[in-house]
């Protein structure tokens, strides 16, 4: 079996920064354990699969990291987004079915796109043992949200750049995904994320992350846009908006790899 591939740098404008995901059409769902096999095999943060769907979505649509699949998956969307409306000049936006994250839209915006994700606001948690797995002491406030979506808010960017977790620790609290952030410089906020537990020691630009922060940040700034970077090592900027129901992220993406997986 020969399948489409291609590999897209998402929440990027050029290659080698922002997040990679790759984006597999299929014409029918594979076996779950080929799908995870074809994951770890790509060993990308995101693999996304996508096969044709009817009624209220164009595709229904699947992410896997090497190690499990995940609940969503804000970068592997955009990238999915950007192979479909690549090859679809007849549509300006793509709606995807999702298990558990329900519809997510990804349109052209600007020579880029804009992703709408369901807006997660988180709540106010103590969160004594994801700070001490963090190694950081200038906590400001820690949240928390149901998906597993822990939240620890620093003082400022430069200790968002600073925090050198032990992964190990992390991983024990099982596939959460552990955001820092802080007020950012250049931009309005900055932010990390870590899944180790997921197979992700540290995720390069995380969607879903904007997901449960930007309403927090909307709050705290008193306004409902803003821009975002996330200070990994390859970077990312994103603009944000808390648009009710909806957080909606603009980035562009870049498509660095095409070519076939052969099963």
Avoid at 186 to 194: G, P, Q
Wanted: hydrophobic share 45%.
């Amino acid at each position: 079996m020969k399948l489409n591939f291609t590999q897209v740098d998402a929440f990027a404008d050029r290659p080698f920064t922002g997040n990679p995901a790759a984006v597999i059409p299929l014409d029918a769902w594979l076996d779950d354990a080929t799908l995870q096999a074809i994951a770890q095999e790509n060993n990308l943060a995101e693999t996304a699969f996508v096969v044709p769907a009817t009624g209220d979505a164009d595709y229904d649509l699947r992410w896997f990291t090497p190690t499990l699949e995940v609940v969503m998956c804000g970068h592997a969307t955009l990238a999915s987004g950007h192979v479909v409306l690549g090859e679809r000049a007849d549509l300006d936006r793509v709606r995807f079915r999702t298990r558990q994250a329900g519809i997510l839209e990804v349109a052209r915006q600007d020579g880029g796109y804009a992703l709408a994700l369901p807006t997660w606001t988180p709540a106010l948690r103590p969160l004594p043992d994801i700070v001490a797995a963090l190694e950081v002491s200038d906590v400001v406030e820690t949240l928390w949200h149901e998906r597993d979506y822990s939240v620890v808010v620093l003082p400022d960017e430069a200790a968002v750049r600073r925090c050198a977790p032990d992964f190990r620790g992390l991983a024990a609290f099982g596939d959460w995904l552990t955001i820092v952030t802080a007020p950012g410089g250049s931009t309005d906020i900055v932010c990390r994320a870590f899944a180790p537990g997921a197979g992700i020691d540290e995720d390069p630009v995380t969607g879903s992350a904007h997901a449960v922060i930007v309403p927090y940040w909307a709050a705290r700034l008193g306004r409902d846009t803003m821009t975002s970077f996330q200070a990994s090592a390859r970077g990312g900027h994103l603009g944000c908006t808390l648009a009710g129901d909806r957080v909606v992220l603009t980035g562009a993406c870049v498509t660095v790899i095409e070519g076939s997986f052969l099963l």
